[in-house]
């Protein structure tokens, strides 16, 4: 099948940057994808890189506002499976979150990025409070989805935890910076992350320049064998289109050997931290 990882930039004008991602999900359907998928915060500016001040809840809107709607209608429409990351507001708190929309529009749940970063132009804990979502697996007409947002990628547990939920693909909405990470590092990850759990990986990343950032781009999509299927371009926007076969996931090392060989019982309790 045909998944869409959609690589745009953002400006200041939230109503634009939708319209333009709309537009993409209408390409995306047309060029035969089934799924299409988001960076991070891909729809407004990244906030996290100038330190909070005053209220920043007030840049944040609700999983029913009008962003969401705006896809729900959209995806149905079209028949794509669609996983978004927004700024969420629910009451006082504020999430780094990631919704997921069936082919038919319902939205099926909500992915809240549950480990926050802080540092220069990340200036996340001031924004984000931490996810109480966990790792869910969302079983949509594309498959079972994971999504892993952006810092949450860095955890192995966190991966692992969607393969043993049964994730035969993991979306990952990122914002990564020109340079922030040595090239082959920033994409290994990501390679064996698949590898060690059997599935597919699809990380889209934020793209462009902004005030203190210039986001990369290079968003890209891994098989369970590690291997790169697609790459985006450097510094521009994209709709990559990637053809993947979540049969192959069966016949990984990790399916075949890792997770039968698994012994919990002897670590549960270290990976706790108790």
Known sequence: MKIAVIQQHATTDKQANVARGLAALETAARDGAVLACYSELAFEPFHPQHPASGDVSALAEPIDGPLVRAFQEKARDVGIVVV??????????????????????????????????????????????????????????????????????????????????GADLVIVPQAGTLGEWPADLYEAEMRVAAFQNGYYTALCNRVGREERLVFAGESFVCGPDGVVTARAAQGSDEILIADIDLALNAQSHARQLFLKHRRPELYAEWLSGR
Not at 97 to 118: K, N, Q
């Open 84 to 165: 978004l990351n927004f700024y969420e507001r629910d009451g006082a708190r504020t999430y780094d979150s990631s919704p997921v929309i069936d082919a038919d529009g319902t939205l099926l749940g909500i992915t809240r990025m549950i480990h926050i970063t802080d540092y220069d132009c990340f200036h996340e804990q001031g924004y984000y409070t931490p996810g109480d979502t966990g790792a869910p697996v969302y079983h949509t007409r594309a498959g079972r989805i994971g999504v892993a947002i952006c810092y949450d990628r860095h955890f192995p547990e966190y991966m692992r935890a969607l393969a043993l939920a």
